[in-house]
Structure formats: structure tokens, C-alpha cells
């Protein structure tokens, strides 16, 4: 694969331009740290977005969910797709009201899904996909079954079109602005963990392992 | 306006239907939780959805942009759209792969907007998207000239069409898994705000003011 996207109309970032990223390695980076992404496709006119998981593997989106699921038909019957990861990293205050913004790294990709039907892949798209939200967890938990897997459907979203939206650093103010008595920078937000809550139906004499006791959403290194 | 959103065909929550909720004010706390939404619209049989600010004031969802914003432009044309703002509260690990799941709210709207026209409607507008990401701010800063009002489109979409989605609560495992010696539970995870950090062209005589120094994104009581 190239490093760079190619830039089409619907991915070329038109204003703010210098906030427009187009490299894959960047793209990546921003999928491996998120959780969720949200998924828009249309009905007709009528614009459709839902929020779900999803993991990357090599150069293709993973989302998947029960095959009732009507996102997932729609994908598989062809319909286009647009999909957004959006990483918040924090507030940013200006010195006059319209320059407030805040800091992101964000993802949009566009294409058409296949469903995955090859039962290696599709397994081990659900091993990524618990591995990229819990690093280390599958190792433990009981696997899927046939039946699970029969009634779970698995689609994958090649990375061919796609592009990157960030914004970093402290607030732009008008030249003029920056003589104001007004504080202004930036507070920084993170998702944060708190400590795991064991089910109500646990074995007492069953402990906490350590990547849940220590979870941190790392800014994954690729 | 109804205490209750009527279910339309969009907003009906067909699988898992005791995550739908379709209580107003359990909506409205959803919205004034959330920082960034992500809106969609169709151009064409071709879906967009990209991650935006926004605010709820009364029974109405604010968004605003650059006057050369593609989606607000959309928008005012009379296209539909479907927003949705999501908050993950936590991961669920369930004992077997295919029961993990994330802790959820999130809330879907559908509608048409308007280009919000009334000078005072929209400096409202402003102000109650500041004051929504950083209460307490407003009064601080240097407040809209008319030039940047000019430059500025705000839309404004009514809240009639919408519904929440919510999952709580520890994993649901097969019966016969609990028997299983596998850790279960819930991670939390919150969105926690970090020190803030000065803009470095900032007096040092200006202090941090306590909004920016203890901020925390509250879940709002309505």
C-alpha cells in the first residue's frame, strides 16, 4: 500500500488546510487509539449515523454485530459508507469567544464493505477487535462458538480512501486580542479508567488481572 | 413539548429494545453531557458524516460554523440530516468473547434545520455553546464583533425526532459461563481533564481562572 492516500473531492480537507493529513501511518494511529467510530450510510435521501466498535487489521476496517443488525445489511447489499473515528485531546481557550476550538485527531473513510465470510478471518477479526479495545484479554475468555459465529456477521472496510483532521496547540487569538487580561491556553482531556468493577457473580478468590486493573487507552505506538 | 418523543420508524429501537429510551429529559441530559457530535447527510446516494461542536438550548440543537462550512450549507439547502452524540462510559468484559460489550449513551436526532437569522438568536447561540463546554467562560472573554457574526452561520435543528440508547450494567453471560474461571466485570472510563496549559504568549501576572483549573466534564443534572 502507499504511504500516502490519494486525495479525492471527499476526503481533501478544504478550509483549515493545514490541519488535513493524508498519511497512512497518521490514519492508522488515530484507529488504533480510538474506541468507537461512527458509521453514516444513506436511505434514499435520509441520512443514517450509528456508533459502534470496530478494529483495524492491516489495511482494512473491521465493524461487526448480530446479523439483524441493519447497518451491517445495508453494507453487505452495497450501500457506501462513511465512517469517523474522533479522538478529543482538549479544550481550547481563546481570548475572544469566536476563536475558542477545541484540540481532535479525527478519521473519515469512505468505500464499500464486503462481508467477511471466510471463518478464519472472521475469527480472527474478533480476536483483533477484543485485543484492540483490551490488550491481552482473549487469552482468557471462553472462544465463539459455531453458533456464535453463525449469527454474527463480520464486514471489512478497505483503508483506500481516507484522510486525517487534526488540530494541536495553544489558541490563535486576532494580534490585537493578545494585549487582553484574559487567561487562555489549553486544558488537555484523556479518557481515564477507573477501577474495574468485579460482576456481582464473580468467585471472590477470582482477582483482578492486570490489564484491566491498569487499563490505559495508550496513544498506541505503530 | 411531550415529556416523551414519539417512536418514529428511525428512532425505534428494534434489536435490544430495553436500551431505548424515548424520555425527553433523559435525552436532553445525554446532550448536555457530550462535547462533540457527529452529524450526518447524504449527497446523493453518497453518506458524510463529520465530528462538530454543538449545543441544546430549549428544544432546539445548535450547531454553527464558518459561513463556508459544506455541511452547514447542506443543512440550510433543506437536507436531512441525523446527528448523533455518544458517550462510552465503560468496557464490559464478559467470561466469553462474544459477550463483551462497552457501557453506552447515546442519543440519535433526525430533522431538518434552519439558518438561525435573529442577530440576538444567534449571539444566544454562541454563548450558550461556550458556556457549555466551559461554564463560566463567557464573561471573560472579548465578546463577537459584527464582522465575525457576519462569518459565522449557526443552524438550528428541533428536537421532535429523537431517541437515547443506553447499556448499564455488568455483563450478561451464558448461564453455563459463569462457572468459568475467567475475570469478569466492568472498566470504567470517564473523560478527566488534565492541568491546563498556558498559552505562552499569556502576562504571568494572569492566573488560571478555577473553570479551567478544576474542570470537570459534570454529568449535568437537568
Redesign the interface.
Known sequence: MEEKFAITD?TKV??LRDRGCYDREAVYKILDEG??C?????E????????T?YVRMGDNLYLHG?T???MLKMAIRG??????V?L?DG?V??????H?S?N?R?V?I?GRARAVQDPEEKLMS??AF?EH??PG??A?????SET?LKV?EVIALPLTEASAKIRTG??IDDEE??A????????????????????????PS????GY?DE?K?LKVES
Open positions: 471527499r478544504r478550509r474506541l468507537v461512527h458509521v453514516a450510510y444513506a434514499g435521501d435520509s441520512p443514517r449515523v450509528i456508533p466498535g448480530s439483524a443488525n441493519h450501500a457506501e459508507l462513511c465512517v469517523t474522533t478529543l479544550l481557550l481563546a481570548r475572544s469567544a469566536m475558542h477545541m481532535y479525527s473519515v469512505f474478533l480476536e477484543v479495545v483490551v484479554r482473549w482468557d475468555i471462553r472462544q465463539p456464535e454474527t495553544p489558541p486580542d493578545y487582553l487580561d484574559v487567561w487562555a491556553g489549553v486544558i488537555p482531556l484523556e479518557i481515564e479508567a477507573r477501577e474495574p468493577q468485579r460482576d456481582a457473580r464473580l468467585d477470582i482477582k483482578v488481572p484491566a487499563y487507552r
